[in-house]
């Protein structure tokens, strides 16, 4: 009983401490990124422009014909893709033969509220894309956008559909109307523009703020009794300091994009009624008509399952299909069950749509 | 869904209270008379623990999902933000002529050259091989250029001597 009080007191003020740096990080401008932990596979930044930073890594043998370019959210640090070897999707694609391009994006400064999906988007993921293409020697790519980046990449893919040969949304928050997460009541009555008014862009600590009100017990508690249960098993306590060093990287939200979230696509699900508009065209997700993976944790308490599902139906691929994997929101990057089944699902289906033209 | 939810809570309740008061003091006992082993008591309390946690999720979850709460939540929010943009208004007016003033440079003068200068050195840190080079090529120039100045000062005073 004393050992379990000690351990758990012990783990709870780390955390505390972490917590803080977390927040002493998102007051600091520009948020920064230089303390992000040393990456497992090793990187060449190819571009750097607007708020971009493109990572290539190396395939590992006999590489694939089409390079995927991973369109990371504009929330948190992108080290959750790489961060242990053996709990890594960018080591897992490199090692099934992929080139990976890898979206690293630039926390947004005061200088940058003006930024909305119109600079992220026909900006930023424009000349990403023409990088790629210029690096790899292709004229396609395969796309794989995860929660936030999986919706910027869906407008990518609508809006420049000739470029993109497949396409993987990965727990993409698409229709708003079946959100189902209890916390959304409170996003559904806010006035995005008062909080952009006080602060320019959407602040790091209120963007922590919200994902740990997701689940308080958690991480108030629950999380460190979970360190105390778990602490035998093996690697357990460094995947719990590195998972929990990402969870309090959170980035600022530039405030533009932040106001069309919240009001276009969150209060009045613009996107998946086909009105939603950026730099001045309308996203018609008819126009998506390339081979289609929509992966989706069926536990995801962040993303509701049934907000990425209608993406299926609103395309005009002949090719597309969900895959639901047995997981969470996170889960589906960082899971010892993630990195054995679903990565070689995803690296097969890429892998067979790889030669076929279309 | 709601039914589901209903059912979990219910099934919660009962764990928690079969637990604590039956179980646990079972297992206890059994424990302190050398029959039961302390594995056996620890799992029936994390039993407990576990159930309890749901029960505090669910509950927090009840909470969000409620309108009174989303509404005094948002009304407490917009309020808040409110009085932040004031009070940025007037430090943002006073501060900056009392800074004036003294001739001190406001904090956003010194975050932006701050923000400058951090974003140098990260551009410098990333091109430390492009900055090698361009050493390189300076430490060059000014090798050649040595010889050219001197041989100029020369050729000047020639000319002045011959002058």
Excluded at chain 1, 231 to 249: A, H
């Amino acid at each position: 009983m004393f050992n379990l009080l000690q351990d758990l007191s012990s783990a709870w003020l780390n955390g505390a401490v972490r917590t803080l740096e977390g927040l002493r990080r998102g007051l600091t401008s520009p948020f920064p990124v230089y303390e992000d932990p040393s990456p497992t596979t090793p990187s060449q930044v190819i571009y750097e422009g607007g708020k971009l930073r493109l990572r290539y890594y190396r395939p590992v043998g006999r590489p694939q014909a089409t390079p995927l370019l991973l369109v990371y959210a504009l929330i948190k640090r992108p080290f959750i893709l790489d961060l242990q070897p053996s709990n890594s999707v960018i080591a897992n694609l490199t090692r099934q033969g992929f080139a990976i391009y890898l979206t690293d994006w630039i926390p947004p400064t005061q200088a940058d509220t003006w930024r909305g999906f119109d600079a992220y988007v026909n900006g930023d993921l424009v000349n990403a894309v023409s990088t790629v293409q210029e690096h790899a020697g292709v004229d396609q790519v395969s796309l794989l956008g995860y929660c936030f980046g999986g919706l910027l990449s869906t407008i990518y893919t609508a809006l420049y559909p000739e470029t993109v040969k497949n396409f993987i949304p990965l727990s993409v928050p698409l229709d708003m109307s079946k959100q189902d997460i209890p916390l959304f009541n409170l996003v559904k009555q806010m006035d995005p523009s008062l909080l952009t008014d006080a602060f320019g862009n959407c602040p790091a600590w209120i963007m922590k703020t919200g994902f740990s009100s997701l689940s308080p017990v958690h991480h108030a508690l629950d999380k460190y009794v979970g360190l105390y249960r778990s602490k035998e098993r093996e690697g357990y306590t460094e995947m719990f300091e590195l998972f929990e060093r990402w969870m309090n990287s959170d980035v600022p939200l530039a405030g533009q994009i932040f106001r069309e979230l919240t009001r276009d696509l969150f209060q009045h699900n613009l996107l998946a009624q086909g009105q939603f508009q950026v730099g001045g065209q309308t996203i018609d997700l008819q126009r998506i008509t390339c081979p289609m993976l929509n992966v989706l944790g069926e536990y995801d308490d962040v993303v509701h399952p049934q907000a990425s599902l209608p993406l299926t139906d609103l395309i005009s691929s002949h090719d597309k299909r969900n895959l639901v994997f047995p997981t969470g929101h996170i889960g589906v990057v960082v899971s010892g069950g993630a990195q054995k089944k679903l990565w070689p699902q995803v690296g097969a289906w890429l892998k067979k749509h790889d030669h076929v033209l279309h | 869904m709601a039914e589901k939810q209903m059912t979990q809570t219910t099934e919660d309740l009962t764990t928690i209270y079969k637990t604590l008061f039956f179980d646990l003091p079972l297992a206890g006992v059994k424990w302190g008379m050398g029959i039961g082993a302390e594995k056996e008591t620890t799992e029936t309390a994390w039993k407990a623990y576990d159930a309890s946690v749901r029960l505090a999720a669910s509950a927090i979850d009840n909470l969000y999902r409620s309108p009174l709460f989303s509404q005094v939540a948002s009304r407490t929010l917009t309020d808040a933000l409110r009085w932040q943009r004031v009070g940025n208004a007037v430090s943002g007016t006073v501060l900056t002529g009392l800074w004036r003033t003294l001739g001190v440079p406001t904090a956003a003068e010194v975050q932006g050259l701050s923000d400058q200068v951090r974003a140098l050195e990260t551009r410098l840190a990333q091109k430390k091989d492009v900055q090698a080079v361009l050493e390189q090529l300076r430490t060059l120039q000014v090798r050649l250029n040595a010889p050219s100045q001197a041989q100029y000062r020369n050729g000047h005073l020639e000319e002045r001597a011959a002058a």
